[in-house]
């Protein structure tokens, strides 16, 4: 069984920071990406950054330049530095792997329970 357990959300003032983590524990023989979405109640859920395991980063339009996401592949945990925050940014956010549990299994995607991020204005 697998589990992403995020944390680091809160309530922060407009062009302030906050750091997200998420850790993935469990039975893990190798994670292929590991990214963030977010969501707002009543809307689809959109991608917000996502890494490979070499290294390979994609953001959405409107974090470019502003949030930046990381990995430690030793600890099986990504991270998403969050900078410049805008009100627009409240949502929650998720954490998603896509791993194999197994040598042998097919990569399957794994979502955390999600963490509140709250800007105020």
């Known amino acids: 069984q697998v589990q992403l357990v995020e944390s680091g959300g809160g309530l922060v003032q407009a062009g302030g920071s906050l750091r997200l983590s998420c850790a993935a524990s469990g039975s893990i023989f190798s994670i292929n990406a590991m990214g963030w979405y977010r969501q707002t109640p009543g809307k689809q859920r959109e991608l917000v950054a996502t890494i490979t395991g070499g290294g390979i980063t994609n953001y959405a339009d409107s974090v470019k330049g502003r949030f930046t996401i990381s990995r430690d592949n030793a600890k099986n945990t990504v991270y998403l530095q969050m900078n410049s925050l805008k009100s627009e940014d409240t949502e929650v956010y998720y954490c998603?792997?896509?791993?194999?549990?197994?040598?042998?299994?097919?990569?399957?995607?794994?979502w955390g329970q999600g963490t509140q991020v709250t800007v105020s204005s």
């Open positions: 998603n792997a896509i791993l194999k549990p197994r040598s042998f299994s097919r990569p399957v995607e794994y």
